[in-house]
DNA sequence: AGAGAGTCCGTTATAACATATCAATCCCGG
DNA sequence: CCGGGATTGATATGTTATAACGGACTCTCT
């Protein structure tokens, strides 16, 4: 599984794609892929960047999508419990799947010069991490990996 | 190095002998430890728990060392900055450092059930992760690890 | 001693992020 | 057509964090 995010791509296709595959999983899935829902995660898809929902709500808004944060955090909400998208703990903050329909761990790499964000794997659970956690008897429901830095651009 | 938190220990003693760490990290490092300071570590250190700005706040109220919130920011800015304590990003929340002295990556195993945090160590940066940010061209400069899930006692 | 720099603290106000609650609507199966 | 479940709209509020400014203290240099 790749790192994406620091590279070029056709962006259009990208959007396009991941849309469609968005569509398809929730008629799979039977999940209510409603307009408010598809439009928060376009807006999502238009940078590799996360966002906030303060910062999204506007556009819903000028759409009559919507103005009131409630709607935002629920739609952000359906995404993120159903792996359309990811939260960022580190910036408060969102950001569209970059594996969507790939059962992943998601670690994600930010730079903090730019607010790109790249999405990587994280193969945590098996290294001396999962092992420590082994050890105390703890249960992993739930990880976050969020490594700050500076992206390729903006290191030179 | 191993994982503190989930285990019972001697409270006091640990709580002492993290305080005189602190002291003499800070009288070391020329850094001024405060009253306000060093009461907040002391607040963070009764614990073992992540503790939010707004909790620790009435208590140094009551103590006429600042009522503010930007006092208590500031106090948590400072011991974070300085290795003392952490912030938990999952639980927009402070707690004291448990290895304090040693150089660490921590990594934080926390639980959704009684909130108990334990600190582990993340050799993130040797993984594979580690890989991906490398081929990525990603400089790593701050590592967030968090784990949520049920400690052993109450997975039981 | 006095001037100037630096750091910390107190205070007010406000920004940024998130959720509780309740009513209204829509859609689908029975 | 009706009832139940999910979604949305709207109001209000809760929670976390920072901006901005002034005063107090300390240290150093002259």
Known sequence: MSTIGFHSHNHDQCIADTLSTADAHCAEEGLQFT??????????LAEHKAMGAYDILPTLADEGLGSQPPVVYRALDFLVKNGLAHRIELLNAYIACAHLGRAHRPAFLICRECKLVAEADAELARGRLGEAAREAGFTIERMVVELEGLCPACAA
Chains 1, 2 share one sequence.
Not at 35 to 44: F, G, M, N, S, T
Request: hydrophobic share 50%; no cysteine; charged share 40%.
């Open 35 to 44: 307009p408010v829902r598809r439009r928060v995660l376009e807006i999502l």
